[in-house]
């Protein structure tokens, strides 16, 4: 098992590096470097802080630097954020980003399945047609629309919710972020619930648990429920992928400084190491993750370590 | 287990990971009147004032320090840490009293060496300061004693006192750089002479300045916090602003200007400001080099009048000069065809776009480079069809990312025309003239005129303020009979202010100090 392991994680360091190398080299072919300003610099000046930052050295020199810094675990400064380094930065994003994300999700899957589950209950009636009014504008409204008009509505208008993040006290600040990040995936897996839901109903194993006598209580929570999320189930995947993806503008939209946000602005400002940064952090995660789980089916199936 | 009762589990961990329970932040949002929410339109990128270079790192940092000189709300010059200064008959050596009880936020005296120590640190190479080069005409900085302070120059600097109310040239604490390095610019760690001091800053959301009570004149600065708020996004600083969370917004959206008119009334400040908006044209390649008569009649067609009314509608004023209006002791020179209707306008266009040798068989190719942005874009469009109607050559729009763009400006291989704009260092015609001289850096267009350049010299050395300022006329006139750019308008500044608000100055540098604002009581 020590062995299987070591040699996982020893595989993993190429692709690491790999990535390491492709988003270095496509920062650098941005054109445009993070020192350009419509307010021109003096040439002396410029030449100075290129030389500060080491941008004037050949870019395989400046590779070696910044792979020796991330050897030593050094990811450098920011430069746009020049008071700050790219690890202080991502330290103070992430978390944010994250508990942004989870609860996004949880709140997706708790009020997608249930609306969906009464949805299919309800086949044809008034609500599920409500419900599944809900989905489709919902998944096919983006985020960028949704995120104003209920910043306008709640926060404008009924003044009931901050309308951004900087300044705003306690819980309520994180309540129309979490619910425009939730909202394409609450319609998405709503409409997923019903389909299935109304599949499994329809099935015999069903009908032979109503000619027992069962309540409709006890049919969906016992025999109808395991089933009927399975598809929801396979799409959390996806969902991550497209809360991870809706979160920078979310972040953007409601001014949260999540990586996400950092992310944009050193793209657009050319900040190489922040983005190179961001890269390589979210890059190492998916990587341990699938790492985690790899080793997880190690411990769970014996035949994984034999191979 | 029952699978319900699983996913409810899971749900539940999930929502404890996330910390939701505990995530209620110290961040005290008191309604106390005493403190004043700002917009900023982005991310200071360093509060060293040395490492800065953006507007808004600047619009903080003269929050946090003070220069030897400063500005009323209004924009008139007054006294700074220094309380009175002589200048010498040939205006080459100024000599700076500063204020006996200046004291820096950790309480330590302010003394004429810490300007001494900072100018050296802004010059010094390893700084890489962005401003470098704002005093090169200082040849010398030296204190005479404790509060004594006397700046030399290389040769009459008229606007010195107005280089000295920018950050760049603020004191800096030799104790607290030596104690923390290059990190010294960190809340809590960083020591400032204004009237706030930094006491919170969360990279991309929020920067909290508190009263400094050691500054000279605390007494009277009304307002107890200022917060800024780092909101990139126009849309989403109205919606915060109409909220109620911020008092002062740094911009105003563009896209529904006529709404926020009506919804804001008097809340809505409008002023112009010294910033112009024009187009550069590439002068080292062809069709624009050596071809005044092409570059004239481009700048000719263009109704300058109906793209403020039609297209920017902000109460933008139409640019005829290169020195914006408003700028003190000068009178901006005007393009020659300033005078003339836009229909005359046009005819000249059209005769002069014929002996340039393009006509409707053989029309002018072009492509014409703008960074992304609503406004940008607009005003593109109606060019483009503005050449079209007039010139009848269909110019090719071609959209770049703001750093791409600069890139290209700067390489000068691709570009033709492209749009840029230039915001005055300090309120004189120097900072925008300066800019077109062979030599300067910033020279985008690559313009190069001997007669120019030796006309800015001639004004350089005058002592008397009167002639300098017609050499400095002259020298636009003689630039502006070459047309190397297309003045397009001259901006204005855009703010909503609540009317809570009390002592809110309108001025050209748009420059907005939190000390002079107060609050009042809420009805």
Redesign the interface.
């Known amino acids: 098992m020590l062995r299987y392991t070591l040699l996982r994680v020893l595989g993993a360091i190429p692709t690491l590096l790999l990535v390491v190398v492709l988003a270095f080299l496509m920062v650098h072919a941005?054109?445009?470097?993070p020192f350009?300003?419509?307010?021109?610099?003096?040439?002396?000046?410029?030449a100075?802080?290129q030389?500060?930052?080491h941008l004037d050295e050949p870019l395989p020199a400046q590779f070696a630097r910044y792979l020796s810094g991330l050897l030593h675990g050094d990811l450098g400064p920011s430069y746009?954020?020049?008071?700050?380094t790219v690890a202080e930065?991502i330290r103070?994003?992430f978390p944010l980003s994250?508990?942004l994300g989870?609860?996004a999700?949880?709140l997706a899957?708790?009020v997608g399945?249930s609306s969906g589950i009464v949805a299919a209950l309800r086949q044809g009636s008034m609500l599920d047609r409500m419900v599944m009014f809900f989905a489709v504008t919902g998944i096919s409204i983006p985020v960028f629309v949704v995120a104003?008009l209920l910043?306008?509505l709640f926060?404008?208008n009924l003044?009931w919710l901050?309308?951004?993040?900087?300044?705003?006290?306690?819980?309520a600040k994180?309540i129309l972020p979490v619910i425009t990040l939730a909202l394409p995936q609450i319609a998405y897996i709503a409409r997923l619930t019903r389909a299935s839901m109304i599949d499994v109903l329809g099935t015999d194993f069903i009908r032979t648990a109503r000619a027992q006598g069962l309540g409709t209580k006890v049919i969906i929570?016992?025999h109808a429920?395991?089933p009927a999320?399975m598809p929801v189930l396979s799409y959390l995947g996806p969902a991550i992928a497209a809360i991870l993806t809706g979160s920078v503008v979310v972040e953007?939209?409601?001014?949260?400084?999540?990586l996400g946000?950092?992310f944009v602005?050193g793209a657009?400002?050319?900040d190489y190491t922040l983005v190179l940064g961001i890269v390589i952090f979210y890059a190492t995660l998916i990587i341990a993750l699938n790492l985690a789980v790899d080793l997880l089916y190690g411990v769970i199936d014996p035949r994984v370590r034999q191979r | 287990m029952l699978p319900a009762v699983k996913l409810i589990r899971i749900l539940l961990f999930l929502m404890v990971l996330s910390g939701i329970v505990a995530c209620g932040s110290s961040e005290d949002a008191s309604s106390s009147s005493s403190v004043l929410n700002r917009g900023l339109s982005a991310e200071p990128e360093s509060l060293d004032a040395h490492k800065a270079r953006s507007l808004q790192a600047a619009d903080v940092l003269r929050d946090l320090g003070e220069g030897l000189v400063s500005f009323t709300a209004t924009g008139e010059l007054t006294a700074g840490a220094a309380e009175s200064w002589e200048v010498s008959d040939d205006l080459l050596t100024y000599t700076f009293h500063l204020r006996p009880d200046a004291k820096w936020s950790n309480g330590d005296a302010l003394t004429a060496e810490h300007f001494v120590f900072a100018i050296n640190r802004l010059v010094d190479p390893a700084t890489a300061a962005f401003y470098a080069q704002f005093l090169e005409d200082v040849s010398e900085m030296k204190a005479i004693d404790d509060h004594t302070l006397q700046v030399v120059l290389a040769r009459p600097t008229p606007y010195l006192l107005s280089l000295l109310t920018h950050p760049a040239t603020f004191p800096m604490h030799p104790g607290s750089l030596a104690k923390q390095g290059e990190n010294f610019a960190r809340p809590g760690d960083l020591v400032t002479n204004g009237a706030y001091v930094l006491t919170a800053w969360i990279p991309g959301s929020l920067l909290t300045l508190v009263r400094n009570e050691h500054y000279w004149n605390n007494a009277n600065t009304a307002i107890d916090e200022v917060r800024y708020h780092i909101l990139s996004q126009e849309t989403t600083e109205y919606a915060r602003y109409r909220a109620g969370e911020l008092d002062i917004t740094s911009a105003v959206p563009s896209d529904n200007f006529e709404e926020v008119k009506r919804v804001a009334g008097q809340e809505l400040h409008i002023a112009p400001v010294l910033n112009i908006y024009y187009y550069g044209y590439n002068l080292t390649k062809p069709p624009f080099k050596d071809n005044p008569e092409l570059r004239q009649a481009l700048s000719m067609a263009i109704d300058r009048e109906l793209l403020v009314e039609k297209v920017t509608g902000r109460g933008e004023t139409p640019a005829y000069s290169w020195v914006p209006p408003g700028v003190d002791n000068y009178e901006p020179t005007q393009l020659s065809f300033a005078a003339l209707t836009q229909e005359e306008r046009n005819q000249l266009a059209q005769t002069l776009y014929a002996e340039a040798g393009y006509s409707a068989e053989n029309p002018l190719q072009l492509e014409l480079r703008y960074n992304t942005g609503d406004t940008h874009k607009k005003i593109a469009l109606a060019i483009q069809s503005m050449w079209r109607e007039v010139l009848g050559f269909e110019v090719v729009l071609v959209n770049e990312e703001f750093q791409v763009l600069l890139a290209n400006i700067r390489d000068k291989e691709i570009t033709q025309v492209f749009r840029s704009s230039w915001i005055g260092d300090y309120n004189d015609a120097h900072t925008f003239l300066n800019i077109l001289q062979s030599k300067n850096a910033a020279n985008v267009s690559g313009y190069a005129s001997e007669e120019y350049d030796a006309l800015l010299e001639r004004a350089a050395e005058q002592v008397d303020l009167s002639r300098r300022r017609l050499y400095l006329e002259e020298a636009e006139r003689v630039m502006l009979a070459d047309y190397p750019a297309i003045p397009i308008y001259f901006y204005v500044s855009k703010h909503l202010v609540k009317p809570r608000v009390a002592g809110w100055g309108d001025n050209v540098l748009d420059y907005h100090y939190s000390q002079h604002l107060s609050l009042k009581a809420e009805q």
């Open positions: 941005a054109p445009g470097g350009d300003d419509e307010r021109v610099l003096p040439v002396d000046v410029a100075n802080i030389a500060a930052y746009r954020y020049r008071d700050y930065l103070s994003g994250l508990r989870v609860l999700m949880a899957l708790l399945i104003p910043v306008l926060a404008v003044q901050p309308a951004g993040w900087s300044g705003a006290s306690g819980a994180y929570r016992v429920f395991k999320i953007e939209v409601f001014g949260i400084p999540g946000q950092f602005r657009l400002n050319r």
